[in-house]
């Protein structure tokens, strides 16, 4: 009787298309620019605009923290959500934000599976995610009921990396949008990392 044989890459290839295929209905793009201009991005978005509900994911609880109040700062109704807060507090904010009580959650990388809302307008990842597996996360657990959400990921220098493991996992690219022109005095990080590369190539 002859064995099965079960082909591992043709099976990881299935699984990275249904990964990619999950959320192919999603608008997605990306800019690559410094950590100092995040917020100054994030703001040059929201202003003027009407989006009830703004998702914000970042690397860690202190990035949390310090997105949000900065956004208050900038006038914008915005609260966090991190493994500081107990579980009753986090409810408490989570209905708030359902209710529309407030337009940003700013949510920890730890609470990312702990966190599902459907309706979500925008989606911002100020940090990449970790992994192919924790981006469709963050869209698939919010999106459920809004086919026409957007979901933007901020790459600083040192993310570009990881971003682009995750666009190998999904088999495909995700668009790069230019910065605006408020945010486009200085090179980006992507700029400077070309450079870096071009320099070495002279040296050798």
Not at 70 to 89: M, N, P, T, V, W
Not at 94 to 100: A, G, N, P, R, W
Not at 109 to 117: A, C, M, P
């Amino acid at each position: 009787m002859s064995e099965k044989h079960t082909d591992s890459s043709s099976e990881s290839g299935l699984q990275d298309h249904a990964l990619s295929a999950s959320i192919d209905h999603i608008l997605q793009a990306a800019y690559v620019l410094y950590s100092k201009d995040k917020l100054n991005l994030i703001h040059s978005l929201l202003k003027g605009k009407r989006i009830s509900s703004v998702l914000v994911f970042t690397a860690s609880k202190t990035n949390a923290k310090m997105v949000a109040r900065e956004l208050r700062k900038l006038d914008y109704e915005a609260f966090d959500i991190h493994e500081d807060l107990d579980l009753e507090k986090r409810e408490i904010v989570l209905e708030d934000f359902i209710d529309k009580e407030f337009q940003i959650l700013v949510i920890s990388d730890i609470l990312v599976r702990e966190v599902s809302l459907s309706d979500i307008n925008l989606i911002i990842n100020y940090d990449s995610p970790t992994g192919a597996r924790d981006y469709v996360a963050r869209i698939v657990q919010n999106t459920a009921n809004n086919n026409s959400a957007v979901v933007l990921t901020l790459i600083n220098d040192r993310g570009q990396k990881k971003f682009k493991t995750i666009e190998e996992v999904l088999g495909k690219e995700v668009f790069k949008i230019p910065l605006p022109e408020d945010l486009n005095g200085t090179s980006t990080a992507g700029d400077v990392v070309k450079k870096k590369k071009v320099k070495k190539r002279k040296r050798t």
